[in-house]
C-alpha cells in the first residue's frame, strides 16, 4: 500500500514563508502527478499546484508568483516553497499522488493526511 507523509507546516505571520514536504513509501516505480491541494473552514477542497513527472506545472491563480512546486530527484518526493503568505492560505494541505506504480500493481489516487497552515494577519 502507498503511503504519502507529509511534512512542514505551522504558524507563520503573514510575509513570511514556509515549505512542505511530500514523501511516498510502498516500494514506488513511478507516480505520473504529484500535487498539493488545500481546504479552509467551510471551504471545498481546492487545487494549489501540481507536477507531472516530466516536470510541467501548474498553479492556482491565487498563487502563481508566491508559491514553487518542485519534485526531488527519487520523484517520489515532491515540496511547496510558499513565499510572501497571506492570511487566506491558511487552510489544511493535501499532497496527492496520480498513477502510481508500485510493486503490487497500480493505485490511482493517494492522499496524505494533511498538514495544518496558519498565517496570521
Known amino acids: 500500500q502507498v503511503q504519502l507523509v507529509e511534512s512542514g507546516g505551522g504558524l507563520v505571520q503573514a510575509g513570511g514563508s514556509l515549505r512542505l514536504s511530500c514523501a511516498a513509501s510502498g516500494s514506488i516505480f513511478s507516480i505520473n502527478v504529484m500535487g498539493w491541494y488545500r481546504q479552509a473552514p467551510g471551504k471545498q477542497r481546492e487545487l494549489v499546484a501540481s507536477?507531472?513527472?516530466?516536470?510541467?506545472?501548474n498553479y492556482a491563480d491565487s498563487v502563481k508568483g508566491r508559491f514553487t512546486i518542485s519534485r526531488g530527484n527519487a520523484k517520489n518526493t515532491v515540496y511547496l516553497q510558499m513565499n510572501s503568505l497571506k492570511p487566506e492560505d491558511t487552510a489544511v494541505y493535501y499532497c496527492?499522488?496520480?498513477?502510481?506504480?508500485?510493486?503490487?500493481?497500480?493505485?490511482?489516487?493517494?492522499w496524505g493526511q494533511g498538514t495544518q497552515v496558519t498565517v496570521s494577519s
Open positions: 507536477i507531472t513527472s516530466g516536470g510541467s506545472t
Open positions: 496527492n499522488a496520480e498513477g502510481v506504480s508500485y510493486y503490487l500493481g497500480r493505485q490511482n489516487n493517494v
